[in-house]
């Protein structure tokens, strides 16, 4: 009886490492933090603000100028995840003005957290 409580107490032991999942954080599209949104400034060329933000996801043939960056982001932790949207809007090829859908968080700095 000894023995065969004690195996089965290694085996519970041994398979509960087994029995874990493993979620990976999901990033799709355009991070884009708070720094990278501080670096923009009105007046700035679509090639400068393709270099600091980076390629846009979408943009419309209706409204040429203007650009979309979409960002979904699920942590590993957690079982929903955040979308957000920031809109960049030209006027003759110059920077004018740039919309965000949601504040991002101060302490969002990188996009990997």
């Known amino acids: 009886m000894r023995i065969l409580l004690l195996s ?7 398979l509960s490492g087994c029995l874990s999942v493993y979620r990976v954080e999901v990033q799709q599209g ?8 501080d670096k923009l400034k009105p007046g700035m060329t679509r090639s ?4 600091v933000l980076g390629t846009p996801l979408v943009t419309d043939a209706f409204h040429p100028d203007r650009w ?5 982001i ?8 955040q979308t957000r949207r920031l809109t960049v809007i030209f ?7 740039v919309h965000s859908e949601k504040p991002l968080d101060p302490e969002s700095k990188s996009p990997a957290g």
């Not at 979309?68 to 979904?72: E, H, L, Q, V």
């Not at 699920?74 to 995840?81: D, I, L, V």
């Open 91 to 97: 006027k003759d090829d110059s920077l004018l003005s």
């Open 48 to 51: 400068q603000v393709r270099f």
């Open 74 to 81: 699920r942590p590993s932790n957690e079982k929903t995840g």
């Open 30 to 37: 355009n991070v884009v933090t708070q720094e990278m949104i």
């Open 68 to 72: 979309d960056y979409y960002s979904y």
């Open 8 to 14: 089965f107490l290694f085996l519970t032991t041994a």
